[in-house]
Structures are given as C-alpha cells and as structure tokens.
DNA sequence: AGAAGTTTGTGAACGGTTGCACAAACTCCG
DNA sequence: CGGAGTTTGTGCAACCGTTCACAAACTTCT
C-alpha cells in the first residue's frame, strides 16, 4: 500500500508535483539563493542592483540570472537594473514566502533538535508548529515553545496543525513508514535527512538530504586529485 | 586576496576540480545513493541482483543505472546480473571509500555538535579528525573521543590531522572567512551549510547544504498546488 | 534633442543528461 | 547441443539547462 506513481528521487532532486506551469526545476531552485542575495543587500540599503552585480553575489553567470527572473516576468529597467526591494517581494511571491508554512518535524535525535532549534527557519517564512518522537525522554519537552508530543498521536498533530511540510529525521528504518503516514494524513511536501531512497505516491514532493552522499562526492574528487598527482610522479619517474 | 578562479555554487552543484577524467557530474553525484543500496542489499544476504531491481532500490531509471555503470567499466553479467560485493567494492573504490578521509568540522553549534554525534559518518568511509570552535563553552569538550580546539589553533589541527576535507557548520558571516583560512592551509574540499554563497580558487570543491533553500523548493511547489485548486474553483464558480 | 553609454530580455547555439530500443552475451532447459 | 528466455551495455534521439550575443529600452551627458 502506498507506492503507487512512484515519483522517486535519486541524486538529481527533480521531480515535479503535476504539470508544471512552466518555470524549469532549475531556475525553481536557484530562486531562494537570490532571494537571500537580495536579502543581504536590502539589509546593506543598497535599493537598486544590476544582474551582474547580483549573479556574483549569487554565484551564478548573468545571462543565467536574467533568463531566471525572465520566467517570473519582466521586472528590471534597462540601463537601470533591478529594483532590490521590488525584485525580492516578487520573487519572494512566487517562491510562496508571502504566507508562513507550518512544519511538522518527525524525529527529535541529534539531528532534529538542531533543525528545531535553528532559527534562520523562521525568517525564511516556515514556523515549526509540531514535534513528534516515540522517544519517552523527548516527550513534554518544549523547543522555541513547542512541546514535543508522542510519534503515536502524529495523527491529530498533523490535523491540528494543518501542516503539509514535513521534515523527516527518523532513524533510516522508520522513514518510509513515517512517510506513508504522513502522506496518508494529506502532507505533501517531505524534506528528508534519513539515508533511505523515500517511495510516495505521485502529487507528494520529496527532497532528500544526505550529508554521507555529499561527503562521498567531495572524497571522489579528492581522489582523484591524489591519482592525478600519483600519475604525474609516475610519468616523471619512470619515464616510459 | 583569495577569490581567484571564481568556481562558485548556486542552486546546481556543479563543479569539477580540474579537466575531468570521463565520468560526467550526474553520475558521480548518484553513484553514492548505488553503494547505499547495494550495502543494504548485502546486509539482508543478497548477493547476485540485476540492474532493474538495483534501479528501484536507488530511485533511478534502469537504463540508467546500467549506463552510470557502465562509465565505471563492465562490471555485470548478462542473463546474469551485478555481483553485489564485487559491484559495491568497484564503486567504492571509484568514489575513495576505499582509505578512510580524515574530516575537520569548523563551528560546535546546534548543527556542527549534530554532525560531530552523528555516526553514519563513520561507516561511509570519513572520520572527524579534528573539531574547532572559538566559544570558550565550547572548547575542550570531547565528542567520540576528539576534543574540541580553539579556532585559534585551525592552522595547527589542519596541519596535525592532514585533513582535506573539512565541514562549514559556522554562522554565515564567519563562513567566507575561515573558508579563505582553510583552503590557504590546503583544504580542498568544503562542505558548506552557511547560508551564504562562498568565494574559493580553482581546484577547490565546495558543496552546500541548504536546508532553507530545500523548504522554499518545496514551498514553491506547496504554492502551486493551491494556487491550482484555487484556479479550479475560480473556474468552477464563475465559468466564463 | 541627439549621441554615447548602460543594462535588460531573449533567440539561438551548444553541451550535458535522460530514456528508449536493441544487439550481444549470458543461463537454463529439454 | 540448440532454442527460448534473461539481462547487460550502448548508439541514438529527445530533452533540459547553460551561455553567448545582440536588439530594444532606458539613462546621462553635451
Ligand atoms: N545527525 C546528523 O548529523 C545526521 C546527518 C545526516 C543524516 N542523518 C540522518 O538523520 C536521521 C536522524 O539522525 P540523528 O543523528 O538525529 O539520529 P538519532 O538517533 O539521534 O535520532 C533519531 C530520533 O528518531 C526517533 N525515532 C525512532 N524511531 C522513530 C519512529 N519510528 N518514528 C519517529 N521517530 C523515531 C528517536 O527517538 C530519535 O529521537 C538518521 O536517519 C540519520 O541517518 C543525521
Ligand atoms: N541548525 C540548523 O539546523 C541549521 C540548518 C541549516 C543551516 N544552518 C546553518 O549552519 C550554521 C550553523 O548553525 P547552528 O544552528 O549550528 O548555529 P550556532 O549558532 O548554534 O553555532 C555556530 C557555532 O559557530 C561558532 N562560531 C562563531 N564564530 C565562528 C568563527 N568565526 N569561526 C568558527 N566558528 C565560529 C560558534 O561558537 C557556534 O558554536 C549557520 O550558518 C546556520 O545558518 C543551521
């Protein structure tokens, strides 16, 4: 039971939850980075900013930022450059931080404690409005003003709270039955910390985070800068 | 000074080191969710398993798999399948889980105290070497056995440990500095969870971990998703 | 007002990634 | 031993994402 489309993920983070519109998945996940860029300069009272000047603050190329807020509309001057405040309430808009989204953490450890207590959640627009563990020594303990509550009354939590987000950070065993219950309960969006492959039915979005597959990536790199290195000591060596 | 070759991050994780071997981004980045699996695989006594099977474990498309696979070399048996054990020790090799990387986390907060605690870091081939935090709270504490030094000492520890992978768990403002500090000392690899886009030369790698960047990904998608159950009712009530 | 300078928005080319479809290589069974 | 069944490895085509390059739209200066 409830396995149904599929919809899974797998290093590439892209999955779409119907028809898209018509924004790609890329530019999608590069809006939150100008966002915080925008952020950052508004804070600076800078009020007008050339795509040039914000790609590098993001990191990105210009023609790429240009082509991004192009989706959204056409909200610069030419010869002028962006409007920083007016930029950030749209894209802002668009990304959905005009509302605050309430959030649901399952699995208070290590790991879930930190994101309970991490304030920068909140100045991006999400408000934890529910904690649950099985855990006897979590329960009735209180984050930010929030009790932790028993894993077993997720189910009134989830209703209470209306929250369709979720961050998951179970042990890997219980994500996929956490999840099916989730979805089950009308949560649609999971953020996923657990190093498991997570299978929801089509219409839910999931994105996973695995510190050990980024890890893994940055040791492969380094290898082979070592094999690189090992290769031209070689070449140097025993010239063939 | 240090902000040379650019090599920047932004929403896609793309970045090579120098002029790659052969074996494209995508497929490295998805490389470490097949050796979870086959691991997995492993434990529960399976040792023989065909490219189908391993594909929906991973979340990937077989053809795929099979294609990744085949960058590495021809590893599988027709009519047959992979050997889990011989394929998990090919990959491994591939992705350096072969030696054990020495790992250094910068910053004890919420989240570097978590990812210090954390043991699924051991079993994927890295070990946390050293840990440095400025806060006198903080310094002298011992998590797993290794004692927490002062920022001050970043130069010897880095120095001591050999470390070239290190984890950013700072405050945003302080991420750029002790990035430059780190890579001056011959780091190469950085794994990055402030929230702020770093600046490194050439030949350095840098991955980020956003959780805010995730919520908003799946805000968006949260947005749409009612902004089309309000399209439907708008065209439902007032039908043109 | 007109010319020179600046910066956006986007068509078009390019390069990387995904998925299909099928030959090649294997196993199994009669 | 030969034919049926299975599964890999890969050429190829479609797709997506990035970057270049330039006209259009604006500002500024004279
Ligand atoms: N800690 C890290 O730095 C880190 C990093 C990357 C990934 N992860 C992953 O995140 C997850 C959590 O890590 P952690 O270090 O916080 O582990 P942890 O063991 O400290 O915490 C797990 C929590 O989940 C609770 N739990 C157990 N069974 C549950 C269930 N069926 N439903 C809901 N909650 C349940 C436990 O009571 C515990 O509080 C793990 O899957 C881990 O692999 C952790
Ligand atoms: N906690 C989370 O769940 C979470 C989630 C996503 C991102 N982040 C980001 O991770 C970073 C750390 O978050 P946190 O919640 O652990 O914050 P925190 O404030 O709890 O911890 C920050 C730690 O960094 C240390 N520090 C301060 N200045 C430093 C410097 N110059 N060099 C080295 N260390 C220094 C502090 O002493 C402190 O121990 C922040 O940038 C935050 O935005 C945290």
Redesign the interface.
């Known amino acids: 039971m409830s396995s149904a489309g599929?919809s899974?993920?797998?290093?590439?983070q892209v999955q779409?939850?119907?028809a898209?519109?018509g924004i790609p998945e890329?530019t999608?996940?590069?809006?939150?980075?100008y966002?915080?860029?925008l952020t950052s300069l508004a804070d600076r009272g800078i009020d007008t900013i050339s795509s040039g000047a914000l790609a590098e603050?993001?990191?990105?190329n210009s023609a790429q930022l240009r082509k991004d807020l192009s989706y959204l509309g056409s909200y610069g001057t030419r010869g002028v450059g962006y409007d920083v405040e007016y930029l950030r309430f749209q894209i802002g808009r668009?990304?959905?931080?005009a509302h605050e989204?309430p959030?649901i953490i399952v699995g208070l450890g290590?790991?879930g404690?930190?994101?309970a207590?991490?304030s920068?959640?909140t100045s991006?627009?999400?408000r934890v409005v529910a904690m649950v563990d099985p855990s006897p020594d979590l329960i009735g303990k209180r984050i930010h003003g929030v009790a932790i509550t028993d894993l077993a009354d997720l189910e009134e939590e989830v209703a209470r709270t209306g929250a369709?987000?979720a961050v998951l950070a179970t042990p890997a065993e219980a994500a996929q039955a956490v999840a099916d219950r989730l979805v089950y309960l009308g949560v649609?969006?999971?953020?996923n910390f657990a190093?498991t492959?997570l299978?929801v039915p089509d219409?839910v979005?999931v994105?996973k985070?695995?510190?050990?597959?980024?890890?893994?990536?940055?040791?492969?790199?380094?290898?082979?800068?070592s094999d690189?290195v090992q290769r031209e000591l070689e070449r140097g060596g025993t010239a063939q």
């Open positions: 599929r899974l993920d797998g290093g590439s779409v939850a119907a898209a519109k890329a999608i996940a590069r809006l939150p980075v966002l915080r860029a603050a993001a990191g990105v668009e990304v959905g931080s989204w959030v290590n790991l404690t930190a994101l207590n991490y920068g959640f991006r627009g999400f369709a987000i649609t969006s999971i953020l190093a492959v299978a219409g979005n994105r985070v695995d510190l050990g597959q980024e890890l893994q990536i940055l040791a492969y790199h380094e290898q082979r800068k690189d």
